[in-house]
């Protein structure tokens, strides 16, 4: 662990202590405290605001909001969130384009939440109301929080304004659990395929008025291909107070891990999916975050909430690269660059902080139910971005050999700054139909410095400012059926990495090269969403129909046959539009539940895209991106169904079919490549569980059955390794495509021992 991050956390603990010591007067714990009401494991309440407050009774929500438990989390055992989200939640997709299974791009009605630097982010995520995009970037690194620690997930679809930035095609707000809901505790080992060892530890407890939650995960495992190991290590822990009037949660997440990925792979490899492109390619992940949330009811119809958190993350990034600069000579000195490869070693240091706080007042309006929201808050954030880049050339297996010292290249602080003033009215206008209206004011300001003393012209300042409403409309003829329509405006801020790279002249590598470039404009989504869901019994079911259009988009553009170099601009509009449907049903001790989501994502606005691996360039690299074109890495179809089986009091089993469509490649945004689309796949997995006594239990979980080979993400390049003996031949490149492959079959069995 750095220095940084180990003088935090021991600071995050005392001031944890602290605050426990001047906490609030101990008293009888009010179980019934309404505003905890999303920490619980039966979740009937949404939280539809990021700041701790009374939420939204589901029946009054004008969306498709999904809902998930730490119960359903801990029943299947997924590899990680990023896997449970992909395996379970309608309008998800996933890929591996880093090649390691905690480094997934999730997408949700085709919007994304990577932690891949320069992925255009659309999706904010939230833990405990603190946004966990990074501010660097708007990346989402999935690694950090242990599962065992979520007490509930809930993903909200549209352009929530009230959930801020990055909320342009929804929202997922992951709840922590408590230790008076979750006491016990827990040691659970498990291990299998590709050397997995896990290790996790859990304990909760309560004593009157508080109660305390930690837990912690240890993972390491070598990979199923060559070069893709992970090395875990997540802890929480929660301190809470709570009365029939307050409410007060003290929070800790840390994280320290590394993890190496495989790169996508030619397919003229594909005779070995298991080796690597190039390597290698390592990110070290280490977190220190402190949270601090609470409510108090001042009378019985007013409620104050709010949080204020302080996040250490640190992201260091080693990737290895082929030189497009290789055999080209320098026109001031002569020389010529000999260096097959460049291997690149960023850091990203951040620290953010912020706060934010809530009032809600119920009160009767002309003599109706009537809840009022009036919020505001501030995050702050400031990071310090390096890049050195070393030459080297390739070895036998494509792995880089250094040949030559690291030389800085890229020196520079960014600042973020994000100021908003939210409210949200949802009156009940008949015993029947409720209405819910919504904006927020977002003033987002980036600031970059450089500080190598070279590059002055980096120097900038920009600033975004928008006002996003939403209305919404929901009819409830009975206790057993809901319908709904609304309509919201979101907002994305470029962030500095796009900002620093939007010059088609002056192109750079992800991770960045910072030069100064012309200024990109905000982003704007509008969602209209119209649906339906009811429960009968033990049987539900839902409907949903939406559109979202967004202004300005932005994307990544390919320079040449590099697959990470190239910028980013403004393509016009885009939209997404589809349809979501889900049934569910139980017969005894048997349930199923079948998800089915078609997605519609396109091009609205014709553009010019350099893109020379397509086979429908013109000569000078260039495709015309037509409306209507399909937007890549965005399958049309998914199917999920999930059935559980409690054959006895002691064993029960379950398993899950995923099937997704065909997407196109990416560098093929016209669809004219003659290489056509990333093929449709469709995967089954199952698990059991088995109590061999009363404090043990014993689980197993096999993943990808029928060891499918498949592939989930693509992109158009060039194979400088495309000869016989696949060695360093640039002369000689293939345009061909690269996947991003999936995991083979993978078996685990592990124990869970649980007491009181």
Known sequence: MNATTSGFLPRTFGLLAALSVAGFAAGARGADNPAEA?????????????????????????????????????????????????????????????????QLDVSFRGFMASPLVGVAQGLSVFQDGVRINEP?????????????????????????????????????????????????????????????????????????????????????????????????????AKLGYQTDTDDLDVSITAADNRLEGTQTLPVSFFDDTRQAYTYPDVN????????????????????????????????????????????????????????????????IAQTSYGAGVQLTLSQPLLGRKNRLVLGTGGDFANARYTLAVQPAAFDASRGTVPTGDFEAHTDAKTSNRTLAVFFMDTLSLTPLWSATASARYNDARVSIRDQSGSNADLNGDHRFRRINPALGLTFNPSAALTAYGSYSEGMRAPTAIELTCADP???????????????????VARTMEIGARGREGESYWSAALYRTDLSDDIQFDSSGGAINAGYFQNVGDTRRQGVELTAGTSWGPVAIVARYSAIGATYRTPFVEHSPANSSASAAGDISVRAGDRIPSIPAQTLRVRF?????????????????????????????????????????????????????????????????????????????????????DPANPLAEPFLGVGAPRGAWLGVRYAWP
């Open 38 to 102: 999303v920490e619980l494991s039966h979740v009937e309440v949404i939280g539809t605001t990021p700041l701790p407050g009374l939420g939204t009774p589901v029946r009054d929500v004008p969306a498709n909001v999904q809902v998930y438990t730490g119960k359903d989390v801990g029943k299947q055992r997924q590899g990680n969130l990023a896997e449970f989200l992909e395996r379970n939640a309608n309008s998800v997709a996933a890929n591996a384009a880093q090649g390691n299974p905690y």
């Open 136 to 236: 660097f970037g708007d990346v989402v690194n999935w690694d950090l929080l242990p599962q065992s620690a979520i007490a509930s997930i809930q993903l909200l679809p549209g352009s929530n304004p009230l959930f801020g930035l990055n909320t342009l095609g929804g929202a997922l707000a992951i709840y922590t659990k408590s230790g008076s809901a979750y006491p016990g505790t827990a040691v659970e080992l498990s291990g299998g395929s590709f050397g997995r060892r896990t290790l996790q530890v859990e304990h909760g407890g309560a004593d009157g008025a508080w109660d305390w939650f930690l837990t912690g995960n240890v993972s390491a495992d070598r990979g199923w291909a060559a070069h893709n190991p992970s090395r875990v290590n997540q802890f929480f």
């Open 284 to 347: 070290e992940n280490r977190l220190a975050m402190l949270s601090v949330k609470g409510s108090h009811f001042v009378n019985a119809d007013t409620l104050l909430g709010g949080n204020v958190y302080l996040r250490q993350f640190r992201n260091r990034n080693t990737s290895s690269n082929v030189n497009e600069e290789f055999g080209a000579v320098d026109p001031q000195t002569g020389a010529i660059d000999t260096a097959q490869a460049l291997t690149d070693r960023s850091v």
């Open 505 to 523: 002249q002056a192109p750079c590598k992800l991770p960045n090269s910072f030069i100064a470039d012309p200024p990109l404009k905000k982003v």
């Open 644 to 728: 559980d089986v409690d054959a006895s009091d002691q064993v029960s089993l379950g398993a899950d079919l995923l099937a997704s469509s065909a997407s196109h490649l990416r560098g093929d945004e016209n669809n004219q490549d003659s290489h056509g689309t990333i093929p449709g796949y469709a995967l089954l997995n199952v698990d059991a569980r088995w109590r061999a006594m009363k404090n043990v239990e014993v689980f197993a979980r096999i993943n990808n059955v029928f060891d499918r080979q498949y592939s989930n993400f693509g992109v158009l390049g060039y194979n400088v390794f495309a000869n016989a003996a696949r060695t360093f």
